[in-house]
């Protein structure tokens, strides 16, 4: 009877023992699987800041590299197209004096010609750099880009914001938001074959949203992308976005063609009082 006794509480002790070295394997597994969990969690953040310094990186050398050869086309080419314009002038009075009206036919092209190109030198040169953008505000530098499109083509470009309720957000995100714009601006232009653009910029408290919507042919992003056939237009605005930690999202209205909306977090200013969106609106300079 007490080797009974003792046999049972022999079993008792090691199925408790058993136990608990089943619990210590079982927590030591799940502490392990944490740990390893925590190491691959703190290599991804590591490896997506790496990604976004390096986009960020990118994207900044790109703009110092547009900022460039927009100065070199102001302060070289546009110099010596205004000094050829000025001496195109002194020839063009001794040509007027001649009588020769073939040669002053001929003088007349070739000042319209220079006149032209710089025009267009000017046009490159703000598309190369918004200073709008950098003067005045996004809202601004949207409706200048709106104009000149307007100006040379058959096509309605309708904009709607409420950011004037809101201060200027910071140079990178306003940037972003704009070459995001002009690409899908410029995108709905070359391939939606839309006669109508829509063009919406709203923030509030926590998030600036823009859309862009045109009546086109519209088009599938998800089917472009599974094809490769994604072009850099649209991995450029998703490399933006990341930059910012914004998303944006596509779609295919009910009525036809297509629709692109941007999402960026704001960013709470550090404790400065916000400048007005639009410190000089109402003194609007023509560059």
């Known amino acids: 009877?007490?080797?009974?006794?003792?046999?049972?509480?022999?079993?008792?002790?090691?199925?408790m023992a058993m136990?608990?070295?089943?619990?210590?394997?079982?927590?030591?597994?799940?502490?392990?699987?944490?740990?390893?969990?925590?190491?691959?969690?703190?290599?991804?953040?590591?490896?997506?800041?790496?990604n976004r310094l390096l986009l960020d990186t990118a994207l900044n050398s790109?703009?110092?590299?547009?900022?460039?050869?927009?100065?070199?086309?102001?302060?070289?080419?546009?110099?010596?197209?205004?000094?050829?314009?000025l001496s195109l002038n002194q020839l063009s009075k001794l040509v007027a004096s001649s009588g020769d009206e073939k040669e002053e036919s001929i003088m007349k092209k070739s000042q319209s010609l220079v006149e032209e190109t710089i025009l267009h030198v000017r046009r490159i040169t703000r598309d190369l750099v918004p200073t709008t953008l950098e003067r005045f505000g996004l809202m601004e530098a949207i409706e200048e880009f709106i104009h000149k499109l307007e100006e040379n083509n058959n096509l309605v470009i309708a904009f709607q914001s409420n950011t004037e309720e809101f201060p200027r957000q910071g140079q990178k995100l306003e940037l972003t938001l704009y070459r995001i714009m002009q690409e899908l601006v410029?995108?709905?232009?070359?391939?939606?074959?839309?006669?109508?653009?829509?063009i919406v910029l709203e923030i509030d408290?926590?998030?600036?949203?823009?859309?862009?919507?045109?009546?086109?042919?519209?088009?599938?992003?998800?089917?472009?992308?599974?094809?490769?056939?994604?072009g850099l237009g649209l991995l450029g605005i998703e490399s933006r976005l990341a930059i910012v930690n914004g998303t944006v999202q596509y779609e295919q209205p009910a009525k036809?063609?297509?629709?692109?909306?941007?999402?960026?977090?704001?960013?709470?200013a550090s404790g400065n009082k916000p400048e007005p969106l639009h410190p000089f609106r109402r003194e609007r300079v023509n560059i």
């Open 1 to 15: 009877m007490q080797n009974s006794e003792e046999l049972k509480w022999a079993l008792l002790i090691a199925s």
């Open 19 to 50: 136990l608990a070295m089943a619990f210590c394997m079982i927590a030591f597994v799940m502490y392990y699987q944490k740990k390893r969990f925590e190491e691959e969690k703190k290599i991804n953040d590591i490896e997506k800041n790496y």
């Open 62 to 85: 790109e703009e110092t590299e547009r900022r460039r050869i927009a100065q070199d086309l102001h302060d070289d080419i546009g110099t010596m197209l205004s000094l050829t314009k």
């Open 186 to 198: 410029n995108n709905a232009i070359k391939h939606a074959s839309c006669t109508k653009i829509d």
């Open 205 to 230: 408290e926590e998030m600036i949203g823009l859309r862009v919507t045109d009546d086109g042919v519209g088009f599938d992003p998800e089917k472009i992308k599974e094809s490769n056939l994604a």
């Open 256 to 268: 036809g063609g297509s629709s692109a909306i941007a999402r960026i977090p704001v960013n709470p």
